[in-house]
Each structure stands twice: as structure tokens, then as C-alpha cells.
């Protein structure tokens, strides 16, 4: 198996080895694999594995592991049922913390960063990105994880796809929709540190772009934030 | 780009700096050597001297800011003297004398600058203050020789997970509330845990009693995780623990498995986001060796590897400041006494790091 091959100790679920799975990802707290799949509308999809972390305690990670599945999961078809851009759910396995989605072709908004000559190039898609994230928050749904890496950019379509909704929460109120923008914020200011403030405006921007929501309340509270995160006394 | 390093190479070959601690309840006054040249695996910073004196409140209490000022005051000589001795060195042969500018408490931090600008203008040294944070940073790096990690650090103050990135340690994610030090601290309080040799040791040791997990809240978001939640839930659960089926142990055990647990996820988040699978854990939590032993697992299961400290260089010491400090006065870095004033708030990314490439 090429995971042990690149020093990495994990097993995965002995029905998901079928599909000759192939690594993409190690995030965090999941593995991203491409498998194939000959059946449904999706001959290629993507296989997102939780596996057990040997860190935590069973009586911690197991229900830990099992709760993020299917809150995902459920968080997945709410966005895919309100024809929000991110992947499609095929099927789940909350047991072994299985979750197979759409595969979605194409690089992430980081690298696709990364590579551009000028930040005007791809102001469009940090604005798109606003706009996407006014889109989940409208939902009562905040992400948990905004960063450059968990936007990619679909090489068919060009659309800015949302990935990774491992961290997400429902019924999000302000405060947590604000914390979502902030830790974008945060993202963008360290990984983009030179075009970080024409970045985190565009986003801004399209954040804001639809004046009938209630956007205008989170901007409100993420100043609050902000002030939290940046004067908090950090005594030794 | 290869930083300049030796521009102000005394005659005699190497450096001397003294550094002066007290952003919090420990005066530390350390002495450090470099020799010219990049530090590197054949050259290492030697520690001459790193000695300390901790003020603890009694137990149920914390530590006030006035009685921390008045504690550093009184062995502010003492231990200056202690550490030239220790080291064998007098005062005309430092380069130059190295104070924590901040992050900390308002008035320890003065005390220590106020003292910091006596001994310099009594042996007429040039004065290089400190951000508390790089402090740990660095000495954590010159100690284990961790190369470029993602840091991780843990204390009373200041919880961040910090990568090195283009003459800055950026922060990657931090604490939305109180740190994870103070957390632990504030429940010693609550169990009336003695304060000495530290709140967060004697709950290390009472934890390793527990057997039963108590369920409690888990709240991390993305590379931030917040701890004032579940603080005040097991503040709760500790309410009458007489008569629940579980035990102040059980409490303890809980609390450390589940903040660990989250400390380690948002490391592990910020080295899958950088690609780096080097650890660093710095800051007073740092010493814990259940967290070491999280972090352990973590790193090995990501191909990679933990580096953390003991006691002497993971609570803050003064031997961190006079490193980061002459590291700093090796490139250039002078603070004249105008500018000698102490900040509470002082962010890790603030830093212009010359030294390294």
C-alpha cells in the first residue's frame, strides 16, 4: 500500500482498498483519497476517510469521528439541496467514518494564488469566494475551516467549488459566522502575506455584495472579533 | 538571502549577553555564548548560566501583578549577581544586556525593565529588548535543533501555533479566548490545588489517577480552538464532587485528555496546511509530558517528529531572552532607552527576524 511507502502508519477500511484508492490529501483529521467507481453517475469520486487518531482517547475520538461524518454529511446535502458549489455527496459509512463524494477536478484557490502573475487576475475568485461564503452563512451554516486551500477552482467549469466541510456547523448564529470570516482572514494574512489586504477585500466585497442578508450584522460582530483576537493580554 | 551575522564581532572571537525575564511570576537572568558564524549543529549557543526564582500565590489564588512586581524587585540583584558568578563572568565582558519587552503583565515587565536599564547604563551596555514569544521560539530551536517546525506554544498566556515564513513567525492559529495554561491554572484554583511547584505540574500528576473520561465539550475551529467553554463547564462538574460518580482525578484527566486532543488536531491542521512534519513545543504547558507524548504519536504517524524541552528552558528563563537577544544585536538590533518601554500586548508576528535566512 503507497501510504506506508511514504511513512505513514494509517489502515484504511478493508472495502474502500478495493476501489484502489489513490492519496491525495492528509489533512488534519482525514485522509482524501481518489477511488474509482464504476457505478452512478460518478465514475471517479472522492473517498474521505476519519481514521481512528492513536492521540485521543477511544472514549474521546470515536464519537468525535462519528459526530463529524454525519454532521458533514448532513451539512453537504443542505448546500447540495440549495445548489451551493461544493461536492455531492454519494454515499456515507459513518461506522468507519466513510464519506464518498464528487470528485471535483482542478487546483485550489492557494496554488491557483500562488501561480498568478497579479493579484488582479484573481480578484474575481477571492470576490466569488465572498459571495460563497454569504451563500453557506445565509443557510445558518458556518464552515469552520476557511482557507485558500479549501476552495478550488474547477478546471471544467472555472467555478469556485467549496471543499472540506469537516468542521462545519449548523444552525451557526453571528458569532460563529463572524469567527468563520476571521479565521479567513487569519488564513489569507499567512499564506498570501504580500496581496493579503487587496485579497481579504475582495472577499469582503463579495461578502457583503448581496445587501438583502443579514451580512451586515456579521461585518458588525467580526470587528468585535478582531479586537478580540488581535488585544487579547497574551501574558506570559 | 544569508543574513550578515558578524558585523560586530568583538576581538576575542565570540559574544556575551545577559538576559533579563519577568513577564509573568518568574524573574529569570541568563548567560549565553555564540561564537561567530550561523548557529549550527558544530556550533551551538552555550548556556553560562539560567537561574530563576517563581513567586506562587496560595493555593485557590492567582497571582497578583503587584506582589509579582514587588517578588522581582527584591531578587532583581541577587540573581544578576548569582548568574555572573555561576557564569564566571563580569559585567565589562557582555556585549549587551537583553529584557523582555512584552507580551506580559504590566508591572513585573516594568520592574525588570527598570532594572534592566540600571545595570546597562551602569556598565554602559546597549539595551536589546525581547518579544517574550521569539524568546521561546528561538532557545526551543537552539535546543533541540529542530530546523524549521511548526511551533506549538503552550503557556499561561498564550496559546498559537506559529510556522517561520519570510522573516516572520506567522501565526497560523491561536486561542479565540483564555490560553490553555490559564485554563488549567483557573481549575487548579477550583480543586484548591497547591500552586507550588506549579498549578498545571500538580494537575499532570493528579490526571494520572484518572481513570473515568468525562465527556465535555471539544471546540476547535479550523487552526483556532477556544478553551473559556469548557472551562466553565467543568468548573460545573466540580461543584459538590463529593457526590457525583466521578472523581477530581477523573476531572483532571478529562480535561488535560480533551484540551491536548485539540491542541494537537490544530497542530497537525497547520503542519498538513504548511507540509512540514517537524514539531516544536514551547511555552510552560510544553513540560507537560502527556502533551509531549500526544504530540509524539501525532508527528510519527505524519512520517515526522516531536521536539520539546524540559523544564529549564520550557518556563520562561532568562537564558531564551539573552539567545533571541543576541541574536538580534548580532544583526543590528539596538533599543535606546526612549524606546526601552515595556508593551502587555506584543504579537509574535510583530517580529522582524534578521537572523535567519
Known amino acids: ?236 | 538571502m544569508e543574513p550578515v551575522l558578524d558585523r560586530f564581532l568583538p576581538p576575542r572571537g565570540y559574544y556575551l549577553a545577559l538576559g533579563l525575564e519577568g513577564s509573568a511570576n518568574k524573574l529569570g537572568v541568563g548567560i549565553v555564548k555564540h561564537y561567530k558564524g550561523q548557529l549550527s549543529a558544530d556550533n551551538r549557543a552555550e548556556v553560562l548560566a539560567n537561574v530563576r526564582d517563581t513567586f506562587n500565590a496560595p493555593p485557590g489564588e492567582g497571582f497578583l501583578p503587584r506582589d509579582v512586581a514587588k517578588h522581582h524587585r527584591n531578587w532583581f540583584v541577587r540573581l544578576v549577581k548569582k548568574a555572573l558568578e555561576e557564569a564566571n563572568v563580569k559585567p565589562e565582558d557582555l556585549d549587551c544586556i537583553c529584557f523582555t519587552q512584552g507580551p506580559g503583565m504590566g508591572a513585573p515587565l516594568q520592574s525588570v525593565v527598570v532594572g534592566a536599564r540600571t545595570i546597562a547604563s551602569l556598565w554602559s551596555k546597549p539595551l536589546v529588548g525581547v518579544n517574550h514569544c521569539v524568546g521561546h521560539i528561538e532557545m526551543g530551536r537552539e535546543i533541540t535543533g529542530a530546523d524549521n517546525p511548526v511551533v506549538l506554544y503552550v503557556s499561561g498566556g498564550n496559546t498559537q501555533v506559529i510556522a517561520y515564513s519570510a522573516q516572520r513567525y506567522r501565526i497560523f492559529g491561536e486561542t479565540l479566548d483564555i490560553a490553555v495554561g490559564n485554563c488549567l491554572d483557573r481549575f487548579a484554583r477550583v480543586l484548591k490545588i497547591s500552586n507550588e511547584p506549579s498549578p498545571g505540574y500538580n494537575i499532570e500528576q493528579l490526571a494520572k489517577q484518572g481513570k473515568k473520561y468525562v465527556q465535555l465539550p471539544y471546540t476547535v475551529k479550523g487552526m483556532d480552538l477556544s478553551m473559556s467553554g469548557i472551562l466553565a463547564f467543568i468548573e460545573e462538574q466540580a461543584q459538590d464532587i463529593d457526590q457525583k460518580d466521578f472523581t477530581a482525578a477523573d476531572l483532571c484527566y478529562s480535561l488535560q485528555e480533551t484540551l491536548f486532543a485539540m491542541l494537537v488536531e490544530i497542530t497537525e491542521r497547520a503542519m498538513a496546511h504548511v507540509n512540514s512534519s517537524q514539531v516544536l513545543v514551547v511555552g510552560g504547558v510544553g513540560c507537560n509530558e502527556r502533551l509531549q507524548e500526544m504530540m509524539g504519536v501525532m508527528a510519527r504517524d505524519r512520517g515526522g517528529s516531536v521536539f520539546a524541552t524540559d523544564e529549564r528552558f520550557c518556563i520562561d528563563n532568562g537564558i531564551m531572552i539573552a539567545h533571541a537577544g543576541l541574536l538580534g544585536y548580532r544583526t543590528g538590533e539596538r533599543t535606546p532607552y526612549e524606546k526601552s518601554v515595556c508593551t502587555q500586548r506584543f504579537r509574535t508576528d510583530e517580529v522582524w527576524v534578521k537572523w535567519r535566512a
Not at chain 1, 36 to 61: F, N, Q, T
Not at chain 1, 71 to 92: H, T, W
Request: glycine residues 6%; proline residues 5%.
Open chain 1, 1 to 236: 500500500m503507497s501510504l506506508i511507502d511514504r511513512g505513514f502508519s494509517v489502515r484504511i477500511p478493508a472495502d474502500m482498498a478495493e476501489l484502489e484508492p489513490e492519496l491525495i490529501a492528509q489533512g488534519a483529521e482525514a485522509l482524501t483519497f481518489v477511488v474509482d467507481c464504476c457505478e452512478g453517475p460518478y465514475p471517479k469520486c472522492v473517498a474521505k476517510y476519519r481514521p481512528p487518531k492513536p492521540y485521543r482517547i477511544a472514549e474521546l475520538d470515536q464519537p468525535l469521528r462519528k459526530r463529524r461524518t454525519n454532521a458533514e454529511v448532513r451539512v453537504l446535502r443542505k448546500l447540495a439541496d440549495a445548489q451551493i458549489a461544493c461536492p455531492r455527496v454519494v454515499s456515507v459509512d459513518d461506522k468507519q467514518g466513510l464519506i464518498y463524494m464528487e470528485l471535483i477536478k482542478g487546483q485550489s484557490l492557494k496554488q491557483v494564488t500562488w501561480d498568478a502573475s497579479d493579484v488582479s487576475s484573481v480578484r474575481p475568485l477571492f470576490i466569488r469566494f465572498g459571495e460563497l461564503v454569504a451563500g453557506i452563512h445565509a443557510l445558518n451554516i458556518a464552515h469552520g475551516d476557511l482557507t485558500t486551500s479549501n476552495a478550488m477552482v474547477d478546471s471544467e467549469s472555472g467555478e469556485l467549488k467549496l471543499i472540506d466541510f469537516g468542521l462545519a456547523s449548523q444552525s451557526a448564529n453571528v458569532e460563529e459566522k463572524a469567527v468563520d470570516i476571521y479565521v479567513l482572514e487569519r488564513a489569507i494574512a499567512s499564506t498570501h502575506p504580500d496581496s493579503a489586504n487587496q485579497l481579504v477585500d475582495a472577499v469582503l466585497m463579495g461578502y457583503q455584495a448581496d445587501p438583502t442578508s443579514h451580512t451586515a450584522q456579521v461585518m458588525n460582530r467580526l470587528q468585535v472579533v478582531r479586537q478580540r483576537g488581535r488585544k487579547r493580554a497574551m501574558l506570559g
